[in-house]
């Protein structure tokens, strides 16, 4: 029996060995000039995700499959004594201390003091007395136990995502008590058994559990990576966000380093010139997302070939981007373009007539565009006209915020270049009046509305990826040249892992 243990433990082993020869990632020489995305965990994250390891514990012990014990052993008198313990599975679990460290290039270390479990099951024994006198007993036992248990995980890089190997685990047994019938004073039997089973069920316990540590630490590497893959994807945009170099375990914080190349069709994403330093973060927040500006550069290329980049308004909406203030010269404007019909009967189209460019800055979200803007009216009894057709060149700078669970977006100064300009209205375009106004129209509502469009569209997005779900506090949004900051503290959803561990079990 004890060999078949070994056996098993060596070819865990083995099997071991294997994931970690296939974990291996390769990496250029220069691995922070392909970075387009940083994820940065300080250890007050880490102390608070410790409280969910509670959870992760129990769940193991639940889960584990602890195999059938048999043994014999030779007895005085008595003949030879065989035994076996069947059906053996977790009555009741407590914890009472959980402790995390973060240990410099090295692992996350773990430490669970005062496990207590209680293990329910079936003894059957069986002896042939020195007189051919067989005897076989089958009895409920119970196994009264008091455990640390200590977990070092690495974060290694497989398949190209992190992953975690908690293979490193090590069981203490303070006590080991067993029980049989309920009967709770020492007898003969029980002294007997315990004696014969202790050392073999404490390495049959260490085995399974830490087994089943590992496996569930890997499982959950891989659901954190894909709600992170879920997250910075809609329909056919995605960011690529393998590793782009191997993850970082320092004393004060963990940190992944990903490529976040957007994906999209036949569309070719290439980044090699990141600015990222990890010098660029600091450890005073619990969490920090370091963005390239080209990642948010080539998402926005992405929605113009998506066609997303297209708005419609019409009714009160465009009723109130055209009187936007009551003075005589905005109605004569108004009068000569809709030709006397209501903005009601009318309707106008914005979209974008090139790849915009995004560049980040200390002042904010650099936005600029080619836009193209079309107005129809509907006379009555009459065919759609188009009045007024008009390309500029948009240029506006966006600050961004996060509060009460929305985004919210700040258009700073703009500036606006007419390209095209056709008006029925103004056939010659010599009417400064005209282009005047519209030119006003467009920085003081036009593009506050077009932003207050955004704004709801991307907070559904975020939310539908479970953003919402997080307490997050005090948010921050900081924008450098070439890239952006996200820092922020936040509580985690105790029943997003609860969830996750009862669909998993």
Avoid at 163 to 173: H, K, P, Q, V
Avoid at 313 to 334: H, N, P, S, Y
């Amino acid at each position: 029996m004890l060999w078949a243990g070994r056996m098993r433990l060596g070819t865990f082993g083995i099997l071991l060995m294997l994931v970690h020869a296939s974990a291996a990632c390769e990496f250029g020489p220069f691995p922070y000039s392909v970075t387009g995305i940083v994820c940065r965990m300080t250890k007050p994250a880490a102390l608070l995700l410790n409280q969910e390891t509670a959870r992760v514990i129990q769940a193991a012990f639940r889960n584990a499959k602890f195999p059938n014990i048999t043994g014999e052993r030779s007895m005085r008198l008595l003949g030879k004594v065989a035994y076996g313990l069947s059906n053996i599975q977790v009555n009741d679990l407590s914890i009472e201390q959980s402790e995390v460290e973060l240990k410099e290039n090295d692992a996350i270390h773990i430490a669970i003091k005062n496990v207590t479990a209680f293990f329910k099951g079936t003894l059957t024994y069986g002896y042939a007395g020195a007189w051919f006198l067989q005897l076989f007993h089958s009895v409920d036992f119970e196994i009264e136990s008091s455990i640390d248990l200590q977990i070092n995980i690495k974060l290694m890089c497989q398949k190209d995502q992190v992953a975690a190997d908690a293979s490193d685990c090590y069981l203490t047994f303070h006590k080991l008590t067993l029980h049989l019938q309920g009967d709770k004073e020492p007898g003969w039997l029980k002294q007997l058994f315990t004696d014969f089973i202790s050392f073999t069920l404490k390495l049959v316990l260490k085995s399974e559990v830490c087994n089943e540590i590992h496996f569930l630490a890997q499982v959950l590497a891989n659901f954190v990576h894909d709600l992170a893959v879920n997250f910075v994807q809609d329909e056919d945009i995605r960011l690529d966000i393998s590793l782009a170099s191997v993850p970082l375990i320092k004393a004060n914080y963990l940190e992944s380093h990903h490529k976040g190349l957007v994906l999209y069709k036949n569309y070719s994403d290439v980044f090699s010139d990141s600015v990222f330093s990890p010098s660029l973060l600091t450890e005073s927040r619990m969490l920090y997302f370091w963005l390239s500006e080209h990642i948010l550069s080539s998402l926005a290329s992405a929605a113009f070939l998506d066609k997303r980049l297209a708005l419609t308004i019409r009714g009160e909406k465009l009723q109130a981007l055209f009187e936007m203030e009551d003075t005589e010269a905005q109605r004569k404007a108004v009068q000569m373009i809709f030709q006397g019909t209501s903005c009601n009967d009318s309707v106008a189209k914005v979209w974008s007539l090139a790849h915009p460019q995004i560049s980040l800055q200390p002042e904010g979200t650099v936005v600029k565009s080619l836009v193209a803007a079309e107005v129809t009216i509907f006379p009555r009894g009459g065919e759609p006209l188009i009045v007024l057709y008009m390309e500029k060149e948009v240029m506006v700078t966006i600050q961004a915020a996060y509060a009460e669970k929305k985004l919210i977006l700040y258009p700073l100064d703009s500036r606006i270049e007419f390209k095209v300009f056709k008006c029925t209205a103004d056939p010659s375009g010599n009417d400064p009046s005209i282009r005047n106004f519209l030119q006003r129209m467009i920085s003081v509502v036009g593009i506050p509305e077009v932003i207050s469009r955004i704004e709801p569209a991307l907070t559904s997005l975020m939310n539908s990826k479970g953003l919402h779900l997080f307490e997050i506090r005090n948010p921050e949004i900081i924008t450098r040249k070439g890239y952006a900051i996200v820092q922020l503290d936040f509580s985690f959803p105790n029943h997003l892992l609860l969830d996750f561990l009862e669909k998993r079990l």
